[in-house]
């Protein structure tokens, strides 16, 4: 396979496996430019790409930019806070006026569910999602699968739990996803409330008690308890959720096996990870974010083929 099944990155749910392996691939190549001296490849001379945030980022917008920057794009910038969406303006026709300007592909973050796959039917660009309220945040699951190949070799056969609040994650949707396409067992753990009721029809296991999960897995995945997407409260305290569902140095230090700890970021530290969990050894939380350039030069690579 060398080219990608898609023409946009909407979400996992839309890619085979073998789109996986040659993301996975072309990231491999990229590591290593990465890595050079000179980390800058022309493959994406005379391309212009839009990073469109409606919604607050670090990681995600820092990447994507740096990694169209490393392929020699060239980059226009937008966050909604400063521009005319507050003035009513709708996405469609904010984006056309950017589209106007001759651009050939955008990275929209966006809180509705649906929004990268709506602006892919309504304008001629390649879209990535950078993630969609709480759908799918699809190279986050890529740099999070690719991380445990790098560490393991292999995804096929390992078990990951993934912690916290899954009701709220785009993270834990795209991620069940990819690592089952990759012959990964997925467990999802967490309070009762933050577990959706769909979730037994993505064939993940589901846990309530954090060190049953622990024990099984190979790697957890800790999730953040997204505040600013609840309008209600799922648990009595944040205190109360920490006893039941935060990761400590001696909860790791009791369990038998030794596992991995991955967490995509932003962390609140000493609510779901402490900080001597987050920075040990186990913990490979800096490699994903380096993982994460490789990962979005690949997919923007791949997709710049597909510019008609
Ligand atoms: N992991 C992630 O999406 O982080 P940001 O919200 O900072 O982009």
Not at 28 to 43: G, M, Y
Not at 64 to 69: I, V, W
Not at 102 to 127: C, E, W, Y
Not at 264 to 274: H, K, S
Request: aromatic residues 6%; neutral net charge; charged residues 25%.
């Amino acid at each position: 396979m060398s080219e990608l099944s898609v023409d946009h990155l909407l979400g996992i749910k839309h890619l085979k496996n073998d789109d996986i392996n040659l993301i996975f691939d072309t990231a491999d190549h990229f590591k290593k430019v990465i890595n050079r001296p000179i980390k800058k490849v022309p493959s994406l001379r005379d391309i212009t790409i839009a990073n469109l945030f409606f919604e607050n980022s670090t990681r995600t917008k820092l990447s994507f930019e740096l990694a169209q920057k490393r392929l020699s794009a060239d980059v226009i910038n937008f966050s909604s806070g400063q521009s005319s969406v507050s003035k009513g303006e709708s996405l469609v026709d904010t984006v056309n006026n950017i589209l106007s300007m001759k651009v050939d592909m955008v990275v929209m973050r966006h809180p509705n569910p649906g929004a990268a796959t709506f602006l892919s039917k309504h304008i001629n660009a390649q879209i990535v999602n950078a993630g969609d309220g709480a759908h799918e945040h699809p190279t986050q699951a890529l740099l999070d699968t690719y991380s445990i190949r790098e560490k393991y070799g292999e995804v096929k056969g390992k078990k990951i739990v993934i912690v916290g609040d899954i009701l709220h994650s785009r993270v834990a949707l795209s991620n069940i996803f990819a690592l089952q396409l990759q012959g990964a067992e997925v467990m999802v753990c967490g309070p009762k409330t933050l577990i959706p009721k769909y979730i037994d029809k993505l064939g993940v296991k589901i846990e309530t008690n954090l060190r049953k999960a622990l024990e099984w897995c190979d790697i957890a995945n800790m999730l953040r308890v997204q505040n600013e997407r609840m309008e209600i409260s799922y648990f009595p305290t944040t205190r109360e959720y920490t006893q039941q569902y935060g990761v400590t140095k001696e909860l790791l230090e009791s369990l038998d096996n030794e596992i991995t700890i991955m967490h995509p970021g932003p962390i609140n530290r000493g609510v779901e990870i402490t900080s001597e969990v987050a920075d040990s050894d186990q913990a490979i939380i800096l490699n994903q974010v380096e993982n994460g350039v490789a990962i979005r030069m690949a997919v923007m690579y791949l997709l710049a083929s597909k510019i008609k």
